[in-house]
C-alpha cells in the first residue's frame, strides 16, 4: 500500500471541520493510523511465530496481549482531552507514589524492582504507567504559559522530569528510565525550548562526562558501555548479545535467510530473541528489506502522528500527542541502535513488536490519547 | 497552584509547533537514515564476514567413531560384540556453570562417591574442551529420563548413543580373547591421532590388542549444525566411518566352556591347539576376570581388588606363567637322547630309586623315592621310563648326553622363544645353558644342572602354551605349527605377525630322527594313559586316574614342579607346605593318537600330582573336544542328507 492511496481517505477530516462528520470521527479513530500501527502489528506476529520456535502458548498470549492493547487503544482515544488535562496532575502525583511504593516493597524480578503486587488484583510496573504520566503532567504545566517556556518554567519542567526518571533508574530500569526523560524532555522540544540551551546542556553533559562515569553509572553499566566499542573483550559474557546480534543481522544479508529459516535465532545463539533482540530476527530472516521495510512503516506512523498532534484544538493536545510520537521513536531508535550495535545495551523493547504486553498496551493507549485530541472539538 | 495569568497566543502557539514538529521529524528521518546506514553496513558490505561467522557459530564437524569388528569363534559364535550404550558426555567449552552442573548431575543420577570422583578426574584430564568428553559409561533408562527432564537445566550435557563392547562369554573367554580399555593420554600418542579422534576404547589384551589395526576400522565425520547449548539439532553432511574388520578365532568356545569349567576353581591354565593348523581351540587361564567391567567402568576398588589380589586374575597363566615343566620334559630329554645317539630304544638300565653322579654325595631321587630306600622302577628302558615317568633313567641319560644337544633340541620346539604367530606378548620362558649360567649367575655349568634338566627342574622355565605347542610337536611326530588365535589371517595393513614365527611349519630333528622314533615316542605316551592292569609298578602313571574308561587313544605325558627345593634326606611333605608352596600339577596330551585333532597341556599351579590332578581335568578337555567334533561331523552329516 502506498500513501497515495490515503490520500482521499484525508479529505473527510477537512469535511469535518466544516460540520460533517464521519463514523470515524464519532468512534475518535483515525483509520490511516490504525492501519498502519495493524501492519507493523501484524508484521510483528509474523516474525513472532518465528522466534518462538513453535510454542504456541507464547503465541497466543501476545495475540491476547495486542487485543488488550487494542482495548486501550480505543478506550484512551473515546476520553476528551480535557478530562486529560483534569487528570493529569492527579495521573502523576499517584505515580510518583507507586514508585516510591515499588522502591519500599515491589517485586523483585531478575534483579530488579520494578513491579508492584496487588494481591489477589494484578502486578504491574508503575514505571510503564510514567511514559504516559510525564508528558501529560509537563504538558498540563505548559497549557498555559506562554511560549516557548521561560527558564524558570523549563527548569520547573525537568524537575517534573528528573524526579520519576532518577526513581526508575534507580530500580533499576535504565532503558525506561531514558523513555520517560525522552517523553518529558520532547514535550519540552515541542513546547519551543530554545535550541541554544539544548545544545548547551548536551555540551555540559559531555564535559561532565568523565564525572558521570565515575559517580553516576554503575559497574554494569559502565561495562555495556564498554562491551558496545569493543564486543571482543568479553566474547561469552557482557559481548555475547552483542556478537550474536550483529551476526544474525549481517549473515542476513539484503534480503534473509527466509522466515524460520535464521539459525542464530533457532538455534539459541540470539540471546532475548522473541523480546528485545527481536529485530536481529528480522534481520537474519528477512534481511535488509525486512528492516527497511518495518522502519518504513515506523516513520509513516510517526508522520502521522505528527500530523495529527498538529491538527489537535489546543496546545496540551499538541503538546502530549507529539511527546507520545516522539517517545515511540525513542522507542524505536533506542531499540533498533542498540540491537544493531551503536548504542548501550539497555532494556528497550521493540514497539508493538516484542514480545511482551506492558510496553504494547501503554504504546496503544498513547496513540489512543492521540486520536483522541484529534477527533475530539476544540475545547 | 497559583495563576498566573499569562497571554497566549494560540495561532503563534501552532506555528511555533509545527515549526518543532518539522524540526524533530527531520531529526527523526536523519536518525532513521544512520539506522539503515548501519543495517547497510551490516547486511550489504559486511555481509560475508558475518555469513561466515554465523556458519561457524552453527556448523561443527564432529568426528564419528568406527564400529569395532567383531570377534567370532570357529563355529561363528559371538566373543566380542558391540551393543548401544547410553552415554553421559560434557561438552566443557558449553559447561556454563562447571561446579554447580556437576553437583546437580551426581543428585540426578544419583551416583556413588567413586563414580564422581571418576567424572572429576576425566574432566581435568580432558583433551579437547570442544568435543563432547564421555564421563559416565552407561546409563539405565531412569537416569536417561532424568537428564531429559532437567535438560533445560543442563547446558553442555549430552546423552550419546554409541556402541561400546560386550563379551557375552565374560570371565570365560576373558584371557582368550583380551579386552579393550578406555583410551589413556599414553595410547592417544601411540595411535594415528586423526583415526582415533573418536575412539574411546582400545584394545588393551591378547587379540583385541594385537589385532587392533583390524579391529577398529576408520574413523568418519559428520557436519553438524548445533546449538547455543551444544546440542546437535540437524545433520547436515555425514561420511560414515568404516567398521573394523570382523576376526574369526580358531577358538572353540564350548570347548573354552568345558576347559573352565573342567579346571573348576582351581588356579591354572590349560592350552588345547589343533596340531594341524596350529590354531589355539582353547586358552583358559584362571582366576580370570570379567572383560565387561573395563567397558562398562568400575570403582577404583574394584579395581585395586582386581590388580592386587594375590591371585593375581589380570595375570595371563596360559602364555605368561613360567613354570618348571617336570616330568613333561622327559619326551624332550628322551628323543633328544635317542637323536644324539646316547641311548637306544632298546637300551636300559636299573632304576633303584635313586641316582648319583660318580665322584659326588648327593643324591638325586626318583620321584617313587622313600626314606627306606625301597623306591625305584626296577629295570627301564625310554618307553618304560616315559610311562613310569622314572627319574634316574633321565638323570643318567641327561648326565651322559652333551648339555648343548639337549638345549640345542628342547629349543627346535620353541622353548626359551615365543613361537606364538600371534601373541607377541607371551613370555619365552627360560632353556638355560652354560653361557646364559655363566653371564647370569656367574657360574659354571655343573653336571648336576644336566641332571636336574632330565627332569624338567632346575632353573628351566616354561609356558603352557609353550607346553602345548610342545604336545603338538609329538602329536604331529615332528611336525611344528605355531600357534596361532585367528583363523583368517586376511590381509589387513598392520597385520605384524610374530617375527619369531617367519620360519614357519618345519620338520623338526628331521636328521637325526627318524619317523619310528616319533612314532615309539607316541605309543610311551599312549601308555601313560592306556597302559593298565600290569600289576605293581606295570601301569602308565595317569591309567589309573584316567585310563580305566577312555573310548578313544590319547597319548600324555604327566609332570610334578617342585616349587621349593627338597633338602637332601627329607621326605616331601605336601601338607606341611604353604599353598605357593605346593607342587605345580602339569599333563600334556593329545588324541586321537593315530590322527591327532587336539594337543593341549594342563597347569595347575600348586596342585598336586600331575597324573592325579592334572590329567583328570586333560582328560575332561579332551572329553569335551571329541563329544563335540561328533556332534559337528552329525549336524554336517545331517545338513548333507537335507541337502541331498
Known sequence: MSTTDFQRTLSPYDSAASGVRRWYFRLHIDPLLVILLTVVVIYGLVVLRSAVDGNEALFANQVQRLGLAYLALVVAAQIPPHLYLRLAPLFYLSGLIFLLLVLFAGVTVKGSQRWLDIPGVFRFQPSELMKLAVPMAVAWYLQRRSLPPSLKHTGICLVIIAV??????????????????????????????????????????CAAAPLLWQFVLEGYQRQRILTLFNPESDPLGAGWNIIQSTTAIGSGGLLGKGLFEGSQG?????????????????????????????????????????????????????????????????????????????????????????????????????????????????? | MAVELEIKDQNREVELFVGRATTLFVLVVLLLGVLMLRFLDLQFWEHDTYKSRSDKNRI???????????????????????????????????????????????????????QEAVLHKRLQSNRRPDAPLIVVESLTEAQVARLAVNRHQLSGVE??????????????????????????????????????????????????????????????????????????????????????????????????????????????????????????????????YDPNVFVSGMTASDFSDLSTSAYVPLFNRAVNGQYAPGSTFKPIVGLAGIGAGVTTWDQAIEDRGAFQLSGQERVYRDWSWTKDDSGGQGMVDLRRAIYRSSNVYFYDLASRMAIEDLVGFAAEFGLGRNLVADIPSASVGL????????????????????????????????????????????????????????????????????????????????????????????????????????????????????????????????????????????????????????????????????????????????????????APVARAVVDAHMRLQRDREASSQSLEVARR
Open chain 2, 159 to 288: 546423552v550419546i548413543n554409541r556402541l561400546v563392547r560386550f563379551y557375552p562369554y565374560g570371565e570365560v573367554a576373558a584371557h582368550a580373547v583380551g579386552s579393550v580399555r578406555r583410551m589413556t593420554v599414553d595410547d592417544m600418542l601411540a595411535v594415528d591421532p586423526v583415526q582415533y579422534s573418536a575412539t574411546t576404547f582400545i584394545g588393551k589384551r591378547g587379540v583385541e590388542a594385537f589385532y587392533e589395526g583390524r579391529l577398529h576400522g576408520e574413523v568418519g565425520y559428520q557436519k553438524v549444525e548445533s546449538d547455543a547449548h551444544g546440542r546437535v539439532r540437524r545433520t547436515l553432511d555425514v561420511q560414515s566411518p568404516s567398521p573394523g574388520k570382523d576376526l574369526r578365532l580358531h577358538l572353540d568356545i564350548e570347548l573354552q566352556k568345558a576347559s573352565a569349567a573342567a579346571l573348576g576353581d582351581r588356579r591354572g591354565a590349560i592350552v588345547a591347539i589343533d596340531p594341524r593348523s596350529g590354531g589355539v581351540l582353547a586358552l583358559v587361564s584362571q582366576p580370570a
Open chain 1, 266 to 379: 533457532y538455534l539459541d545463539f540470539l540471546p532475548e530473541a522473541r523480546t528485545d533482540f527481536i529485530v536481529a530476527v528480522i534481520g537474519e530472516e528477512l534481511g535488509f528489506a525486512g528492516v527497511a521495510f518495518l522502519l518504513t512503516m515506523y516513520l509513516l506512523i510517526i508522520a502521522r502522528g505528527l500530523w495529527l498532534a498538529a491538527q489537535a484544538g489546543s496546545t496540551f493536545g499538541r503538546l502530549l500527542a507529539g511527546a507520545f510520537v516522539l517517545t515511540f521513536f525513542i522507542y524505536l531508535f533506542v531499540n533498533v541502535a542498540m540491537v544493531s550495535g551503536i548504542l548501550p545495551v539497555v532494556g528497550v523493547p521493540l514497539p508493538l513488536v516484542s514480545y511482551g504486553g506492558t510496553s504494547a498496551i501503554t504504546l496503544m493507549a498513547g496513540f489512543g490519547v492521540i486520536m483522541s485530541v484529534r477527533t475530539h472539538k476544540a475545547w
Open chain 2, 60 to 114: 561443527q564437524v564432529q568426528t564419528l567413531a568406527p564400529a569395532r569388528g567383531m570377534i567370532f569363534d570357529r563355529d561363528g559364535k559371538l566373543l566380542a560384540d558391540n551393543q548401544n550404550a547410553a552415554s553421559l558426555a560434557l561438552v566443557a567449552d558449553r559447561l556454563a556453570d562447571v561446579d554447580g552442573t556437576l553437583t546437580l548431575l551426581v543428585k540426578l543420577l544419583e551416583l556413588s562417591s567413586d
Open chain 2, 431 to 614: 632353556l638355560p645353558d652354560p653361557v646364559w649360567k655363566q653371564g647370569f649367575k656367574d657360574l659354571p655349568w655343573y653336571p648336576g644342572d644336566s641332571v636336574n634338566m632330565g627332569i624338567g627342574q632346575g632353573d628351566l622355565l616354561v609356558t603352557p602354551m609353550q607346553m602345548a605347542l610342545v604336545a603338538s610337536v609329538i602329536a604331529n611326530r615332528g611336525g611344528l605349527k605355531p600357534p596361532r588365535m585367528v583363523a583368517d589371517a586376511g590381509e589387513g595393513k598392520d597385520e605384524g605377525t610374530n617375527q619369531v614365527t617367519a620360519q614357519t611349519a618345519r620338520q623338526i630333528g628331521a636328521e637325526v630322527l627318524g619317523s619310528d622314533d616319533w612314532e615309539k615316542m607316541v605309543r610311551s605316551m599312549e601308555d601313560v594313559v592306556h597302559r593298565g592292569n600290569q600289576g605293581f609298578r606295570g601301569n602308565g602313571t595317569a591309567w589309573a586316574y584316567i585310563g580305566r574308561d577312555i573310548d578313544y587313544r590319547m597319548a600324555g605325558k604327566s609332570g610334578t614342579a617342585q616349587v621349593v627345593e627338597i633338602r637332601q634326606g627329607e621326605e616331601y611333605e605336601e601338607e606341611e607346605l604353604s599353598e605357593f608352596d605346593r607342587k605345580h600339577a602339569w599333563f600334556i596330551a593329545f588324541a586321537p593318537v593315530d590322527k591327532p585333532t587336539i594337543a593341549l597341556a594342563v597347569l595347575v599351579e600348586n596342585g598336586g600330582g600331575g597324573s592325579s590332578v592334572a
Open chain 1, 164 to 205: 520519576p526518571s532518577l526513581l526508575i533508574g534507580r530500580q533499576p530500569d535504565l532503558g525506561t528510565s531514558i523513555l520517560v526523560f525522552g517523553a518529558g524532555f520532547a514535550v519540552l522540544l515541542l513546547a519551543g525550548l530554545s535550541w541554544r540551551w539544548v545544545i548547551g546542556a548536551v555540551l555540559a553533559i
